[in-house]
Every structure is written in C-alpha cells, then in structure tokens.
C-alpha cells in the first residue's frame, strides 16, 4: 500500500513538473520564428520538456522522500522548503554537468555531432540562467499546494478549487470518531505543554494508517479526531475498523517511547456512524468542507457509550447492516438497543473486536 501511495505522489510530481517545463519551453522557444539550433524539428521541444519533466519530478518527489522519513519533517516549514529546493538544484546542476562532460568527452573523441558541441555550452547561456530562476519559481509554488495539502487534506483542496462545494449538496458519508482515554486525567498530571507534545506525538501514528485506509481527516478536536470516507468507500476492507485497531498497534509498538517520555501508553475509543449529510464551503477568510447532520450528532453520543458499555469501539446498527460481513477479521457483538443521551429513540449498538487479536 505505501508503496502505491508513494508510486502515486511520483506520477503527480512528474505529470506537474511536465507540464511546468511544456509552459517554459514554448514561452522561450515557441513564440520565436525560428526553433534553436540544437533543435531539429518542434517534435524535440515536447522530448525536452517531458525529458526535463521526468528528471525534475523524480528529484521532486526524491527530496519530499527524504525529507519525511528524516529529522527535516520536524523542523520548521521553511527550512523543509529550503532543503528541498537546494536537492532540486543541486540535482539539476549536477545531471547538467555531467552531461556536459560526456558531451566534451566525445568532442575530444571526434564522437559528436552539432547537437552535442551546441548542448556543451548550455550551461553558460541566458536560457540556463532564466531555467534556474524558473525552477525556484516551480519548486515553491509546487510545496506551496503540497502544504496546503496537508493542512485541510488534498481531496478538500481539489474540492474547494473545483468548487464542488459551494453550493451545499447531499452526499452518504461514514465517519470514526477517536477520543483520548481518561485525557483530562492525561492533562491534568501532564500540564499544557506535555500534554499538547503526547497528542501530537499519537496522531503523527495516525497519519501512515489513514492513507493506508484511503480515509480523511475531518477535523482535529483536542485530544480526539473525525476521520470520515465516502460511504461506498469505507465499508470496503474493512476500512472503518482497520484504522483503529491499526492505530491502537502503533501506539503499542511505541510503548517504551511513550513511557519514558509521558509515563504510560496512550489508549483511544472510537465509534463509527454513517448517514446523509450535507457537505458545503463555509468561511471566507478561513475556508473548510463542513458536514451538516444528526449522523455526527448521533456518533458523538454513541461514541460516549464506550466507557459505560466497557467497549473500545462501537458501530451503529445502520452501519452494521451496510457492511459485507462474509470476509471481515473482526467480531461485531449485538449489544442491544441502546437510547443514546438527547434522543428519542433507541438504535442498535455493537461492538468490533479483532477476529485474531495481535
């Protein structure tokens, strides 16, 4: 799966680098009536901006690499920019000197013909020059939107963009809802500083298991989390269970971290619910996709059954009867008609625990 993600993360950087260099191609060579001289016909325009769009996207995609599975993810956000716009160049400078010398190496050895003594001096021409501006220009604007990205997610960016959004519309959705076990408890002995450092440092686990299960993040509240799918999309694979279970093994593996830093293992509850909402932008200073619906009403409150149940996670009985039950790894124990707190009527609560626990 991650390597699927990542295979999709490359593909978008060299699709966007491509099309970054077709547009510097054509403004400095298309518009002039004669094509340059290393160029034999216009075909050769589109080979080097799909050549320059595959070196480039791979060196994209190669900095974003090591900057995530290092100490740069941690640091301040200009820092991770400026580290990766350095690798581009030095990358891009580096691939151009070496076929540089490859290319002065088959002058020496009568080996080259006009194209190759006319690409020898590129590196010394305006059009060099103008390329290395033009790839800082790329390179900010292109981590620009990926920062965008992760702060209200790719597929609400796209959204918003596209404005799908703008005028509400009905839509099924399937939301998680995870809450901190006993975190007043947590704060409290903790204080707001420590604190704020443990749920960070729980839901950066979070992160590799939502994409795995092709979820969002809805929103952030304190110490829980609204992951949410589209309904279709997460009842498949047993998505909506994975995540906690998957997220419950990560903080589990952390365990000698967490003690040492906090003094115990975090534990979360969860609770899924699905339902029409409607989806809509609101905001104008501060744009975000919000859901409208007694589904997250309803959720919030099944959510609070956990502790008097003595059960880590429960799902709605309008879940349960939407999910293919012929091949999950997981136990879904009917735990009766509950009357939740605020409603009128009673639903159907089960509990979810794992088939072959770990």
Known sequence: MRARIQAKKLAFAIFGWTAAMAAFVFFRYAQTPEL??????????????????IIFGSLHWMS??????????????????LFKGLFLLLGATTLAYITQYLNMWAIENHMTTLRQMLTAHILYSPAFQALIVYLVVVRVGLAFIEQMALLVGPRVLLNIGLGKYHKPRYEQRLFLYLDMVASTTHAESL????????????FSLLADT???NEAEIYRYMGDAVLIHWPLKDGIKQDRCFNIYHEFSQQL???????EEQYGFVPKFKAAAH??????AVVGVQKQEISFFSDV???????QDQCNPLGQRMLISGSLKSRLDYSDTQYNLNNLGPIKLKGKQHSIEVFGVTPKNPA
């Open 274 to 279: 699905c339902g029409q909402v409607v989806a």
């Open 191 to 202: 204080g707001d500083y420590r604190f704020s450092r443990l749920i960070q440092d729980s």
């Open 210 to 212: 939502v994409t795995n």
């Open 296 to 302: 997250l009403n309803t959720l919030a409150r099944l």
């Open 252 to 258: 589990s593996w952390q365990r000698r971290y967490f």
């Open 64 to 81: 974003n690499l090591i900057a995530n599975f290092s100490a740069i993810n941690r640091l301040p956000y200009v820092f991770s920019v």
């Open 36 to 53: 340059p001289q290393w160029a034999i016909g216009s075909a050769d325009l589109a080979t080097l901006s799909i050549y320059m769009g």
